[in-house]
C-alpha cells in the first residue's frame, strides 16, 4: 500500500514560473526523499531531509518538512520544459531500508 | 562512477513462464532493494537484501524471490508469471542501515502476455 499522497495529482505550468508539490505520509520516518521520474523511466534522486531538519536547499529544489503534520513539500523555482516529469515523495520505515512511495505528482512545463 | 546498473531493460513473457532480473549496485553499496512500479502508481517495495541476507519483504506472493551475491549484485526470479506481473522492475542500491540516499537502476521493463 502507498504510504502518502502527493497533491496534487497533475500540475502544468509555464516556463519560468515555480511549481509546488506537497506529500503527505502516516508513520514516523527517519528521512523524507523526493524522486523524479521521466516517462516510466528510472528514479532519479533529487533531495534528502532528515527528520530532525525542516528546510533543505539543492540549486532550485526547496524543500521543507514538517514532522507534527506529516507533510513535506518540494518547491522547484524558475521551472524549465527538462523538468516535466513524475516526482515522487518516499519516506522510510524506521530501522529498515524499505521506502513507501506515494502517488507522485505529474508536473508538465509548457515552453 | 558507474550508477546502478539493470538487464535486461525490456523483456516479454508468457503467463506461467519463469524471469530472471539482474542489478549491480553501485561499488561499495552493499544494500539492494526491488521495487514493482505499475503503470500510473507509485512503486512498491518488494524486497531489501543487506550483506546478502533478506532484511526485508514486501507484501507479495512467493512467486517473488531474490538473492543477493557475495559482490552485492542482486537477481529477482518471478516464477509462474501473471498478466498482473507486468510492470517496471526498479532495482535501488545504497550504502545501507538507514540515514542514506538510494539511487535507482533505469528499470526492467516486464511485459506478460
Known amino acids: 500500500s502507498q504510504q502518502g499522497e502527493e497533491d496534487p495529482q497533475a500540475l502544468s505550468i509555464q516556463e519560468g514560473e515555480n511549481a509546488t508539490m506537497n506529500c503527505s505520509y502516516k508513520t514516523s520516518i527517519n528521512n523524507l526523499q523526493w524522486y523524479r521520474q521521466n516517462s516510466g523511466r528510472g528514479l532519479v534522486h533529487l533531495i534528502l531531509?532528515?527528520?530532525?531538519?525542516r528546510e533543505k536547499h539543492s540549486g532550485r529544489l526547496r524543500v521543507t518538512l514538517d514532522t507534527s503534520k506529516k507533510s513535506s513539500s518540494l518547491l522547484i523555482t524558475a521551472s524549465r520544459a527538462a523538468d516535466t516529469a513524475s516526482y515522487f515523495c518516499a519516506t522510510d520505515e524506521r530501522n529498515t531500508d524499505k521506502l513507501i512511495f506515494g502517488t507522485g505528482t505529474r508536473l508538465q512545463v509548457f515552453p | 562512477d558507474a550508477g546502478v546498473t539493470q538487464s535486461p531493460t525490456h523483456l516479454i513473457k508468457t503467463r506461467g513462464q519463469q524471469v530472471t532480473l539482474r542489478c549491480s549496485p553501485i561499488?561499495?553499496?552493499?544494500?539492494v532493494s526491488w521495487y514493482q512500479q505499475v503503470l500510473g502508481q507509485g512503486p512498491q517495495f518488494i524486497f531489501q537484501?543487506?550483506?546478502?541476507?533478506?532484511?526485508g519483504r514486501g507484501n507479495f506472493p512467493d512467486r517473488f524471490s531474490a538473492r543477493q551475491f557475495p559482490n552485492y549484485s542482486s537477481e529477482l526470479n518471478v516464477n509462474a508469471l501473471l498478466l498482473g506481473d507486468s510492470a517496471l522492475y526498479l532495482c535501488?542500491?545504497?550504502?545501507?542501515?538507514?540515514?542514506?540516499?538510494?539511487?535507482f537502476g533505469q528499470g526492467t521493463r516486464l511485459t506478460v502476455v
Open positions: 537484501y543487506y550483506e546478502k541476507e533478506e532484511r
Open positions: 535501488a542500491s545504497s550504502l545501507g542501515q538507514g540515514y542514506t540516499e538510494a539511487f
Open positions: 531531509i532528515r527528520s530532525n531538519e
Open positions: 561499488s561499495g553499496h552493499k544494500s
